[in-house]
């Protein structure tokens, strides 16, 4: 198994793209509407939703470039923790009930880039 550890930079890289372009697309949803029928469509910029949807379209974007990434993945990080104990828990204390579980994992994918840097392909090891 020791021979899949030379790949680390690389997966934590691939990993820091899919969770930044994923996260980004959260935001392009509520502030674009894009796509068509997606949830929860348009959002007031000046409501909580409409400033989620910029942090998560900034910070997905800096992340998936990989530039600035432990800032902005802490930002969406802590952004992903309020989203969680606000809008889901209230509900349910389980996730797989309140629906919880993407906020989940972003938290803690965006706090474990804070912790482990970009990886590969960043625009910050340039």
């Not at 697309?25 to 400033?51: N, T």
């Not at 379209?57 to 993945?73: E, K, M, N, Q």
């Amino acid at each position: 198994m020791r021979r899949f550890s030379r790949w680390s930079p690389q997966l934590l890289g691939l990993l820091r793209i899919v969770a930044g372009l994923l996260f980004l697309a959260h935001g392009v949803v509520k502030l674009l509407g894009f796509p068509p029928g997606a949830e929860p469509g348009v959002q007031p910029l000046a409501s909580l939703f409409g400033v989620g949807a910029v942090i998560e379209l900034v910070t997905g974007g800096l992340v998936a470039l990989g530039l600035f990434t432990r800032p902005a993945a802490l930002i969406a990080s802590g952004q992903m923790a309020v989203a969680y104990w606000m809008f889901h828990a209230p509900s349910s204390p389980y996730p797989v009930v309140n629906g919880g579980e993407p906020a989940i994992l972003f938290c803690f994918i965006f706090l474990y880039l804070v912790a482990a840097g970009p990886g590969a392909f960043s625009a910050d090891k340039r």
